[in-house]
């Protein structure tokens, strides 16, 4: 075998590309950065992120049930800052969180006072009766 390779090597001269094997085409220099989430795009921004991932209830009460939030460092800097408190991330955006529904059903109830045909209204009938329409 050894011989074999010797007299190959010693017959007439073999151009480079005809002993190895083709080169793969160079790779470009500045390959193009993956696709970030909105989480993590936001992150690099510098910008505070939160979203709701999904919701569950219960079909047979549906006035029971749980939301699922993913958010970033800066998120919760930021609730830390606006006075919101807790021990953890989990906590101060739970805090936050029922801030919100508390603000939705305040002005919901500021809405339906404010609407002439949900008012309510007194007359005294005298007698100490009272009249509600």
Known sequence: MFRKLIKWLLEEP??????????????????PAPELSP?????????????VLGLEFDPQNPTVGS??????????????????????????????FQSICRHVVAETWEQVQADPANRVSRRDLGNGRTEVG
Request: proline share 10%.
């Open 39 to 51: 989480k993590e795009q936001a992150t690099a921004e510098g910008r505070p992120w939160v979203n």
């Open 67 to 96: 939301f699922e939030l993913d958010w970033n460092e800066l998120f919760v800097k930021q609730l830390l800052m606006s006075g919101f408190q807790g021990d953890t991330e989990e906590q101060i955006v739970d805090q936050w």
């Open 14 to 31: 073999k151009e480079v590309d005809d002993v190895l094997p083709p080169v793969l085409p160079p790779r470009p220099e500045s390959l």
